[in-house]
């Protein structure tokens, strides 16, 4: 299993709509994957639109059991490998602006009790298979995702302890390019407590070819963070609107711009793949 976040400091630059985009192109793939809703907004439950569940993602944290974490999950309606860790407004509760460490773990502990696979991680010649743990009629993911809320409180923090790779996303502008610098000092400040975080890279969204100013901020962030900026930058384009409007993955929606910004995320959920076989790889040879 590997876990992914998806961030930025500044709110609309496009985080749900990369969570989506890569649950997409991950159920497109056969990868057993879930997706936690991490935002009080719910927007990324409210795109997936999940069957009922019992609990949600805000009882999970407060009792991160076993039975609490699998009543709080549900099949999406997109596609039968992506479940979505509900989303809830009462997950606000579980912001504290200054959280201790014991607040910060809680993400990280609750995934803890999902049903671990240790032979079939990421390896997408293996059938799905449900696990034997307690609380376990969940099937093993291969894949978590964590669409953040756009600030830096316990959420995203907690988001941050609990994943191997963090994606910032940001937009062309001046106001996002200071954003990314915040999201990625957090990413470097979290480390203390999770030492397997890295950032996986910084994903640029809503890019508009014509717009020198766009091209001046992707240059800007080119200098400042080098070759941790992703080669495959998210164009803007109305087929993602279009799409979260008709409650369907972009990679069912058949325009130029839809299949454009797909490939995108075949690219970057090809990239998170790589991630998670190198960093078992460094597993097993400390085991081994
Ligand atoms: N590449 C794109 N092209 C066109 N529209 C886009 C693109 N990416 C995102 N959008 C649109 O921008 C808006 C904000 O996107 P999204 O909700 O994914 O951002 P967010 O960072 O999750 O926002 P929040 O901080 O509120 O959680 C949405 O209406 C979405 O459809
Ligand atoms: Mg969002």
Redesign the pocket.
Known sequence: MYVTGVL?L?????????TLGLAGAAAKQGLRTLVVDL?P?G?ATTALEPGESETTVADALEHPSPAVLASSIAPSSWDDTVDVLVGSEDIERHNHPDPGSQRLGRLSRLLAALPRSTVADLDDTAPPRRGTTPGASLPHYELVLI?C??SLGQLTRSALVAVDRAVL?TEPTIFAVSGVQRAFEAVQAERAHNPRLQPLGVLI??YRARSAEHEFRVNELRELFGPLVLSGV?????A??QA?GAGVPIQRWDTPGARE?SQQFDVLLGRIVRAGHSAKERRGRRTG
């Open positions: 930025s500044k709110g609309g630059v496009g985080k749900t709509t990369v935002d907004q927007n669409d809320p756009p996303v969204n809503k998210l164009p803007d384009r109305t993602v609107q979260q910004i």
